[in-house]
């Protein structure tokens, strides 16, 4: 078995339109997150719970949640960040 060929990726796109691709779905990935996180709150766990189910700090489910009741599902999004603010 070591002396399989191993398959490689074909370079179908370059290598920094395949990083952009990952960061605009890697910001997706981290909504769905917080959605789940709320969802156990949505289904009676309490933060500590939840917090402890989603394997992140305290801090952040407690921020997630405030983020949640200050703008609901569009205030998940990470803000944009101008670099001359």
């Known amino acids: 078995m070591a002396n399989k060929i191993q398959k490689k990726a074909k370079k179908c796109i370059k290598k920094i339109r395949l990083n952009k691709l990952i960061n605009r779905h890697q910001q997706k990935a981290d909504v769905l997150k917080k959605l789940f996180f709320i969802r156990f709150l949505y ?43």
């Open 43 to 85: 289904n009676g766990k309490t933060v500590d719970e939840a917090v402890e189910l989603m394997e992140i700090a305290l801090s952040t489910g407690h921020r997630w949640l405030d983020e949640w009741n200050e703008g609901g599902y569009e205030n998940l999004y990470p803000k944009i960040q101008k670099w001359w603010a």
